[in-house]
């Protein structure tokens, strides 16, 4: 059995079914599922959850592969409103951002979980990521594809992950009080991504694992999960590219990138399954 954890709001209900697509067509044991999501208005700006439709059709399609499987959403307005990351709630990115730092305030999570960004794609088996020891360790994570080279906790020593996966002992992080800590930074200190930095200045216990394990920059022959993030591109001229699964053209057209078309084909012609009732 494996456990799968995603946070967000209505907005990831694209990335949201295409990876669990992905990982059903990886994993042949049961998956349990679980989407963290809330209720949040920053200002003028309202931000709506991931709706009940999304989360029931989803539920539905992983249960024809395995009975055993479900999706379940978790309504954590309440916990996040009782500690408000104060500081980063209004920086560029989404307050929803710094949700996954409150899973070990939820006691129906798992004391293991792997937690996914919603435009993470699982293209190889993760059973032998997901199902290793982490006994005395609080996460297991990939570098950050740039940010390793210039947030360092010790300067010889290269030690920012990417928290776009993440394998978490929810057991040692309730034990250790490391996101409670986390949110206790993020409410007093703003930060440029700030649950990604704030896990990179108090965890004690992480594990670096290998780049296969969260591809962020270009796929690779050996790529378990491939991370579809933001880039820098020379050529041309210099400029950013960012190009998420959900949008099949520019996957196709920019990224030149074919690999996945059984799960975006699929996803083209029932995304409309994902969208609440008018």
């Not at 594809?145 to 992080?173: A, C, E, P, Q, T």
């Amino acid at each position: 059995m494996m456990n799968i954890l995603y946070c967000g709001d209505h907005n990831i209900e694209d990335g949201l079914y295409i990876s669990i697509l992905s990982l059903l067509k990886q994993e042949e044991e049961p998956l349990h599922i679980y989407v963290l999501t809330m209720n949040c208005k920053v200002g003028e700006k309202e931000y709506v959850p991931v709706s009940d439709t999304a989360v029931a059709y989803l539920d539905r399609r992983v249960r024809e592969k395995n009975a055993m499987n479900f999706v379940k959403k978790i309504d954590m307005t309440e916990a996040f409103s009782k500690e408000m990351p104060t500081a980063n709630l209004e920086t560029r990115f989404t307050p929803y951002c710094m949700l996954r730092l409150y899973a070990d305030l939820e006691e129906e999570l798992p004391d293991k979980i792997l937690y996914l960004d919603n435009d993470v794609i699982c293209r190889r088996n993760c059973s032998t990521f997901y199902h290793q020891d982490i006994e005395g360790c609080e996460l297991v994570g990939v570098l950050d594809h740039y940010g390793k080279w210039f947030f360092r906790n010790k300067l010889w020593k290269m030690d920012y992950m990417n928290s776009g996966v993440l394998l978490l002992n929810l057991k040692k992080i309730r034990q250790d009080g490391l996101f409670q800590k986390c949110r206790d930074l993020c409410r007093d200190k703003e930060m440029f991504m700030p649950d990604q930095t704030a896990i990179h200045k108090l965890s004690k216990g992480k594990r670096i694992a290998p780049r296969r394990f969260n591809e962020q920059r270009k796929l690779q022959d050996d790529t378990v999960f491939q991370h579809f993030t933001t880039s820098f591109r020379f050529l041309p001229w210099f400029h950013t590219l960012t190009v998420k699964p959900w949008q099949v053209d520019r996957v196709h057209e920019e990224l030149k990138l074919h690999e996945y078309d059984d799960l975006l084909t699929e996803y083209q012609e029932t995304m409309w399954k994902l969208r609440p009732a008018e």
